[in-house]
């Protein structure tokens, strides 16, 4: 027949007769006080106390998944406005035989175009966005509502209004109109 722990740890030596009759006497008290409903209700107190705190992380949790989601809801948002205005308002690329040299991810593009829309991109009237893959052009207030939204969809726009600096040591210098890069 098996010995109890307190059997075995007697025999070990780790525990005096002493030492495992006080501990046998507290546990027959402890049995009695909750026969007579006078149980220390600390255990219950503890464990009530664990659930709540549970309940509180859980809550606080579950709160910042719904944040995440409605964040992640709004960018889909944002993402379909800005798609829906590049799709309404993108001009037809006129076949020409200029070429419009712009960077996209430090690689330089080129659009062939006509010779009236390569003034307007260089005056800032037009602009360029990527949507899915290919170059779009759009006019400049779209382009300016769609930076405001998220500027990674913006590759060429032009400032209209250039600002002319006092100390520019190339302002006496006019640039040529039939220069082409």
């Known amino acids: 027949m098996a010995k109890s722990l307190q059997e075995q740890l007697l025999g070990a030596g780790l525990v005096d007769k002493k030492k495992a009759k006080k501990i046998k006497a507290e546990k027959l008290q402890h049995k009695q006080k909750v026969k007579n409903g006078k149980a220390d209700n600390a255990d ?37 406005q800005i798609r829906q205005m590049i799709i309404q308002n993108r001009i037809v690329k006129e076949d020409g035989d200029i070429a419009y040299h712009f960077t996209d991810d430090k690689k330089v593009k080129k659009l062939y175009i006509s010779n009236q829309m390569h003034k307007d991109l260089s005056d800032g009237r037009l602009a360029i966005v990527l949507l899915d893959g290919e170059y779009e052009i759009i006019p400049e207030p779209v382009a300016n509502k769609i930076s405001e939204r998220d500027t990674s969809y913006i590759l060429v726009c032009n400032n209209r209004h250039e600002e002319s600096e006092e100390d520019d040591p190339y302002a006496d210098f006019k640039i040529p109109d039939d220069l082409m890069w």
Do not use: C, H, S, T
């Not at 709540?52 to 948002?77: F, G, M, P, S």
């Open 44 to 80: 219950q107190e503890k464990r009530q106390a664990d659930l709540i705190l549970q309940k509180q992380q859980k809550a606080e949790k579950d709160r910042q998944l719904n944040l995440e989601r409605q964040q992640e809801l709004e960018w889909k948002a944002v993402q379909g």
